[in-house]
């Protein structure tokens, strides 16, 4: 069991975390996760249990107690693999050259599949511009309101919302109308893949690329699955120069 330990201050070493835990548990590993360029802490860790009986017992125990005069969030987090959750951090800070970097461009059409509260979605609004438009894509209402609010904040009119059913896969938009998708931490939390990657090549123009971030899956593994499927073909891969994580970017065309 793997769980997130935040709001840490900067000065909380992987020892002082360990160090709460053995009245609960003895834990595998504790990871702070650091800033790839500065090496700073970003405030979180992630700490991996043995059994989920003591992973909830540490969470019903520790959470919300102090360490280094700081109230701490303890919580249940998805497996992540080697490097994964520095390189997400990185895609966040920054979303717009990684965007660029995909293709994004002005006057485009993007779809964000499971856009969560719009990580993406607004950089991507700002870069298509007056002249393109977002979709963006989310399961969670509440996800969707954050980013209708971060739309008016940043006077973004070229953004619309859609509450999708996880259960359906299907998505409302006609046969090849989006030039980029963007499907971001989501593809392990969906059962039937092929059935979503079908209707993501209906979507996609001739043209188009698929920007996939297969976090808790893994690059080789998710390329595998793609080459089971044969709708995608990789296109090219992206990350940070010279950070190696287990999952990374992938840019996918039609087969």
């Known amino acids: 069991m793997q769980l997130y330990v935040g709001g840490l ?4 070493t992987e020892v002082d975390v360990e160090e709460i835990f053995p009245k609960v548990c003895l834990p595998q590993s504790v990871t702070i996760i650091r800033d790839i360029e500065s090496g700073k802490s970003k ?3 992630i700490v991996k249990i043995l059994s989920e009986e003591d992973g909830e017992e540490a969470i019903r125990q ?3 107690t102090m360490l280094r005069g700081r109230n701490i969030i303890v919580r249940r987090t998805p497996e992540t693999l080697p490097g994964e959750m520095e390189f997400r951090e990185w895609l966040t800070e920054h979303a717009s050259e990684a965007l660029m970097h995909v293709g994004v461009s002005q006057a ?6 499971g856009c969560g509260s719009g ?3 607004i950089p991507s609004a700002r870069i298509v511009g ?6 963006a894509f989310e399961a ?3 996800r969707l309101e954050r980013v209708r609010e971060r739309a008016k904040e940043a006077a ?3 953004i619309v919302t859609v509450l999708s059913d996880s259960s359906k896969l299907s998505i409302d938009l006609p046969d090849e109308s989006v030039d980029i998708i963007l499907v971001y931490d989501v593809m392990h939390e969906i059962d039937n893949r092929r059935r979503l990657l079908q209707e993501l090549h209906r979507v996609l123009k001739e043209d188009g690329t698929l920007s996939i971030f297969p976090m808790h899956m893994g690059t080789e593994n998710f390329i595998d699955v793609m080459r089971e499927y044969g709708l995608f073909c990789l296109r090219n891969r992206y990350g940070p120069l010279g950070f190696k994580a287990a999952s990374e970017i992938l840019n996918f065309q039609k087969c």
């Open 43 to 45: 405030g979180f860790a």
């Open 119 to 121: 990580t993406f979605t």
């Open 156 to 158: 973004l009119g070229n």
């Open 140 to 142: 969670r209402s509440d």
């Open 9 to 12: 201050s900067d000065d909380t």
């Open 130 to 135: 007056k002249e393109g438009g977002v979709y």
């Open 62 to 64: 520790l959470n919300g």
């Open 108 to 113: 485009q059409t993007v779809l964000d599949y």
